[in-house]
């Protein structure tokens, strides 16, 4: 595959309160009949919200039916059924409401809504048509996906997470409204931020790299750095919300042209065996892939120091990084996230299983060290 220095055709809306124009830019793309994909968990949670973008669209003459049969953790027979659903009901817009598991959802169904293909079998076949248009509606930081054109799904068959990305998938829209956030709970806005920050930090190090990609994942880090544990102290101040907002999405855009992320690969692998959420454990094991990459990764590490406001004068190099490692636990520790997978009360003997799925995902074929079962095993027996 050959990577783009940058390709972003999704229309971006990040402002405070753009909630209240939401149907105004849906109808904007000509669109008539819209499904909103939402999980059993996030319309209980967010129902008044989600009832005020149905208002919203229909006075502006979009049609809106909510699908909210899919539970909080989804597999291919639920999409498969709200597949069939989107395509009975003609639908020209699929509109992901919610968090992560919604909107991870919703592209999959837009995906395989102009599709042939069962849910699971789209995995084997790289040839397909364009989704259905999908606009994405976060309700806090998304670790970049609101703008990855990938999804994952588990295979019920297995229980295991599969990774579908292809370039066709981007977003028509991506409407990010920071003051939504506040409805969520604090420990997962803290985690889903400081997972957006793994992905940003990957970013600067994957053998893809560019200068577009390093300006991005940089601003991602500065902001995250600046406004995290303020948000995390301060939970009720706004100012705060519309900076790591943007630096989720900055991360997003960073992962679509580094494609690396070894704390996403390992951690989708997690979450296959454990009760451990995704971005928990992106948060856990960040400190302990940036000691794995110091050798090769020193030069970004510093810069990295430099803008978590680290002294990096008068000493080496490799002392500079490792300032930025134990400036990016600080921030880890500042928010509460747990710093070992102990923690869970899981079992030590699912490493291996853990490290043999997560060496299949292609998000650590651009790392800086090549790494096989035994490495990736390696830094789960670091952040045990």
Known sequence: MIYPDFHLPTRLYLQPDIIKNVG???????????????????????????????ENLNANGVISIIYDEIPGKANNEYIDSAVYYAKKTNTDIIIGVGLIESLNSAKAIAMLANNYYFCDDIFEYPKVNDPIPYALIPFMPSIGLEIVPCFYMPDIHRNLKRIYYNNKLYPDLTIIDPLLSLQAEDSDFAN?????????????????????????????????????????????????????????????????????SIT???????????????????????????????????????????????????????????????????????????????????????LSKVSE??????????????????ELETILVAAF
Do not use: W
């Open 24 to 54: 105004e830019i849906i109808a904007s793309r000509n669109a008539h009949r819209a499904l909103i994909i939402t999980s059993s968990d996030d319309y209980e949670k967010y129902e008044s919200i989600i009832e005020f973008i149905v």
């Open 192 to 260: 889903a931020s400081v997972a957006a920050l793994s992905i940003a930090v990957e970013s600067l190090i994957s053998q893809t790299t560019s200068d577009i990609t390093n300006t991005y994942a940089l601003k991602a880090v500065d902001l995250t750095y600046r406004n995290l544990a303020a948000a995390f102290r301060d939970p009720d101040n706004t100012s705060y919300r519309a900076p790591l907002a943007l630096a989720s999405v900055l991360s997003g855009i960073s992962l679509t042209t580094s494609f690396m």
């Open 264 to 350: 996403f690969a390992i951690s989708l692998a997690l979450s296959s065996y454990t009760p451990i959420p995704l971005s928990k454990s992106m948060g856990i094991l960040l400190p302990h892939i940036m000691e794995y990459n110091l050798t090769t990764s020193t030069n970004k590490y510093v810069q990295i120091a430099r803008i978590m406001d680290e002294d990096v004068h008068d000493i080496t190099i490799i002392e500079a990084a490792i300032k930025a490692i134990e400036a990016v636990r600080k921030i880890t520790l500042d928010v509460e996230i747990p710093q070992r997978l102990s923690e869970f009360e899981i079992s030590k003997t699912l």
């Open 357 to 374: 799925l997560a060496q299949t995902y292609p998000f650590i074929k651009n790392a800086p060290r090549t790494l096989n079962k035994d």
